[in-house]
């Protein structure tokens, strides 16, 4: 699979640009000891169970009374009678509270370890020992996911020598049983949903300078031509115009950057309805006239991150052969100042016909999607359509990083979103769409208003934003859900399997989704 860089480049970079993040999982019966480092998981209750093993290191282990087998606590052994170079105990915490997002984050935990020591390759007999309590697909989607989401780095404008210092592990070596068909699809399946939620990390930590429209959309050409299974559709400035879509264009009046609509299209089930992915593609959101000051503004390179989501969840959907119709729209603007921008109080139209006030030039985002939702709506007809969004603070300041805001009307929808959440450790969780908050966005001289009417502006802020995006769909003929990724597109904390930056969030959630459903 191509990264970001060969991507563009037509896959003409160096070899080892090539390999960067390609770590090679393998499977073998035992720990395979010619790796480097050697992990061996101990959870908390089976603190002896290392004897037969290796009687040295349970001596070792029974000398060092501190180590409790607590939840990715690690004990680098002294006992150097292996081929490995290091041995290193794991804690896996208590067998009965182990689960597969605790998997990801311990194998995540051997890939930084492993970097630290100073060594590419590592074996482990984790996922052999916790198998027996999983669906042994998602077993071995969880076990891709938490290495190659652990392996990935962003390194390359350091200089050459920082680069070295970050290296990334080649080899991780499992010990399982041979010939489990489940757990190499689930590999396989965890190895695409992986890499295109690093792909979608690499293009939120690209600065703005680079992470332009039409860096979107010399990529996304790439990567339908590239796969030869997704067609692509681009609408430009005039076209845009033409079609009517004035909330979208007002937002990108200020940028000298042109906006576009880019729509990808893959057909895995011939004839029948789509299930469309919108979203927020603003590569830079300065806040227009409302400015966004200083502590707030640094960051808003990743305000493009939903619709970066939307092409890697469309070029996943490829991968994996889905047999499914799935679209990805990205509505790609910049958010800027400059005497073309547009002005607190401008009015604009949308492409459902619908008048905006615009009472805040930051409220930028429910613009752009408020005419690629309609339009799609419109023009494709599909059955599902999922908005994808770094839309509002007030997501960051509700729900933190570990989750992305829900905000749907259809509770089907809503479960089924939720539990791809929790299988793939890419969280979502509901907000109360309550009917109080329904004409929270009306406007007064206009139809709507971009900020809340209602209260102090600020209450329920990520809901009343659902509720704008809402009055541009019309929910009783398609089936619609609101993601905000404000707060776990882009961690300022270290995860255990996740570092600080972009997470990919998103990608993980609607790939389990639409292998479910
Ligand atoms: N892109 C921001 C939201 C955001 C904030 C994303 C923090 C990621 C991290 C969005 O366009 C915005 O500025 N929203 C405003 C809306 C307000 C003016 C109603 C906000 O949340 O402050
Ligand atoms: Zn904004
Ligand atoms: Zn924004």
């Known amino acids: 699979m191509l990264s ?46 290392y004897k037969s093993f290796n009687n040295k290191l349970a001596v070792e282990l029974q000398k060092e009374k501190t180590f409790s087998g607590k939840f990715n606590e690690m004990h680098l052994s002294l006992v150097s009678d292996l081929t490995c170079k290091r041995i290193v105990v794991v804690g896996l915490g208590k067998n009965k509270e182990f689960n597969l997002e605790k998997l990801r984050g311990s194998l995540g935990k051997m890939v930084s370890k492993t970097k630290s020591l100073k060594c590419s390759s590592f074996s482990t007999n984790v996922v052999d020992l916790v198998k027996n309590k999983f669906d042994k697909e998602l077993l071995g989607r969880a076990a891709a996911e938490g290495l190659l989401l652990a392996n990935y780095n962003f390194t390359k404008y350091l200089s050459k020598e920082k680069q070295e210092k970050k290296r990334l592990v080649s080899i991780a070596s499992l010990a399982y049983p041979a010939g489990d068909v489940s757990f190499s699809k689930g590999l396989k399946t965890g190895r695409i949903i992986a890499e ?20 979107l959309e010399k ?169 994808l969004a770094t839309l509002t603070g007030a997501c960051v300041v509700a729900l933190g990083y570990y989750a992305a805001a829900l905000v749907t009307k259809d509770e089907e929808l809503s479960k ?51 509720v704008f995006l809402s009055k541009f769909v019309n929910t009783d003929k398609v089936k619609w859900a609101h993601l905000d990724i404000a707060g776990s597109a882009y961690w300022s904390v270290d995860g255990a399997y996740l570092g600080k930056g972009a997470t990919g969030s998103g990608v993980r959630v609607l790939s389990y989704w639409l292998l479910e459903n």
């Open 196 to 215: 295109n939620s690093n792909l979608v990390r690499d293009l939120v930590n690209e600065p703005a300078n680079v992470v332009n429209s039409s860096y």
């Open 4 to 49: 970001l860089k060969d991507i563009l480049s037509g896959g003409k970079t160096a070899a080892k640009e090539m390999e960067r993040g390609k770590m090679k999982i393998t499977i073998s019966r035992d720990v395979d000891k010619k790796q480097e480092v050697l992990f061996l998981g101990l959870f908390e209750e089976d603190k002896h169970n």
């Open 219 to 387: 990529l996304a050409k790439k990567v339908a031509a590239s796969s030869g299974k997704i067609s692509l559709k681009v609408l430009n400035k005039e076209e845009l115009e033409r079609e009517g879509m004035g909330s979208m264009l007002g937002v990108n009046a200020g940028s000298a950057n042109p906006p576009k609509l880019i729509i990808l299209q893959y057909k895995g089930a011939g004839e029948g309805k789509y299930t469309a992915v919108v979203g927020k593609g603003i590569t830079f959101d300065s806040g227009g006239y409302n400015l966004k000051p200083t502590k707030y503004i640094e960051d808003m390179k990743i305000d493009m991150a939903g619709s970066a989501v939307a092409l890697a969840l469309i070029k996943t959907a490829a991968e994996l052969g889905l047999k499914k119709n799935v679209m990805g729209v990205m509505a790609i603007c910049e958010n800027m100042v400059s005497s073309k921008a547009q002005r607190p109080g401008d009015i604009v139209t949308a492409y459902n016909g619908k008048t905006i006030e615009i009472g805040n030039t930051d409220a930028e985002g429910r613009l752009v999607l408020a005419d690629a939702l309609a339009y799609t709506e419109d023009k494709y007809r599909p059955e599902v359509m999922i908005d």
């Open 416 to 466: 089924k979103l939720k539990l791809a959440g929790e299988n793939s450790g890419d969280k979502v969780w509901p907000m109360p769409f309550f009917d109080e908050y329904q004409d929270w966005m009306d406007g007064s001289i206009s139809d709507l208003n971009n900020i809340s009417q209602k209260g102090k502006g600020y209450e329920a802020g990520s809901i009343t934003a659902g």
